[in-house]
T-cell receptor, first 116, second 112 residues
């Protein structure tokens, strides 16, 4: 299967700071990437769909000015959590769709964010 | 009504037995169906995809799809302790919609 990487794998930051998470497709070009958030013992919640070269599409209830998404190339999408607060602490996971396999999404390893 | 429903479990199965995981979905025009496995603290890992009615087998795993009943299942034969994880059912609904809708997952424990 296709390989998707994320960096960093975990991050601890102070309240009010911003954190950038990178998502890369390593062996394929991904025109579309997805960002999810998962709280403990809950399922994945889609935050936004990231399309290369255009603005991201955010799900209802997700603040686009707080969660900035940039999909600048076919292999890289970034999520920046701005002015982070403790309630933003969560497991952030990206996925990328491999066009060769139509609908299949492959997930990155995730980034665990802790805001103090 | 939730779009994708799964029994949250926990489901306990003896080692070597067959584990059966079920999922129902509400959108009749759903086209693509996926099963992901998620170990605690890790991200989801694709197990199988299925698009047509019937069974699809891959090793110890068999996915079953019944679009008329809006039902998809995953069977795990010869269950191993390493199969203990949360299994997520995901559905892609509609044409031109790339989003996946996930169920809440079923926690499976294989008892040695």
């Amino acid at each position: 299967g296709a390989v998707v990487s994320q960096h960093p794998s975990w991050v601890i930051c102070k309240s009010g700071t911003s954190v950038k998470i990178e998502c890369r497709s390593l062996d394929f070009q991904a025109t579309t990437m997805f960002w999810y958030r998962q709280f403990p013992k809950q399922s994945l919640m889609l935050m936004a769909t990231s399309n290369e070269g255009s603005k991201a599409t955010y799900e209802q209830g997700v603040e686009k000015d707080k969660f900035l998404i940039n999909h600048a190339s076919l292999t890289l999408s970034t999520l920046t959590v701005t002015s982070a607060h403790p309630e933003d602490s969560s497991f952030y996971i990206c996925s990328a769709r491999d066009p060769q396999y139509t609908d299949t999404q492959y997930f990155g390893p995730g980034t665990r964010l802790t805001v103090l | 009504q939730k779009e994708v429903e799964q029994n949250s479990g926990p489901l306990s199965v003896p080692e070597g037995a067959i584990a059966s995981l079920n999922c129902t979905y509400s959108d009749r025009v759903s086209q693509s169906f996926f099963w992901y496995r998620q170990y605690s603290g890790k991200s989801p890992e694709l197990i199988m995809s299925i698009y047509s009615n019937g069974d699809k087998e891959d090793g110890r795993f068999t996915a079953q799809l019944n679009k008329a009943s809006q039902y998809v299942s995953l069977l795990i034969r010869d269950s191993q302790p390493s199969d203990s994880a949360t299994y997520l059912c995901a559905v892609k609904t509609g044409f031109g919609n790339e989003k996946l809708t996930f169920g809440t997952g079923t926690r499976l424990t294989i008892i040695p």
